[in-house]
């Protein structure tokens, strides 16, 4: 069992910045596969970014080139580093974790992640 707690998130203007963080409880954090998602009012989660046990990363075509995912198992921490914000990268942000044997697997969608945290909220103005 592991518990997620995102934070980091507000209200940018456009073209700003946010760096999320997102603390992992326990002590077999390395173990863990992170991704990161969002959901806009009214729309599905969607995956924005992922990174592997071994730092292999992927990112939904919107995100890259503007987004970073990165972790530091020292500090149970998975960030998303969010540049060049637009409005339409509005949503609440999550967290994710799945327990993965492999160190080079990404995973890229909701149902492969077996624990999430509460979210935090980014709000992008025009």
Known sequence: QVQLVESGGGLVQAGG??????AASGRTFSSYAMGWFRQAPGKEREFVAAISRSGSTVYVDSAKGRFT??????KNTVYLQM????????????CAAKGTPARGIVLTTRHEYAYWGQGTQVTVSS
């Not at 910045?17 to 997102?22: K, T």
């Not at 995912?69 to 020292?74: G, K, L, M, P, V």
């Open 83 to 94: 540049n060049s914000l637009k409005p339409e990268d509005t949503a609440l942000y999550y």
């Open 69 to 74: 995912i990165s972790r530091e198992n020292a």
């Open 17 to 22: 910045s946010l760096r999320l963080s997102c």
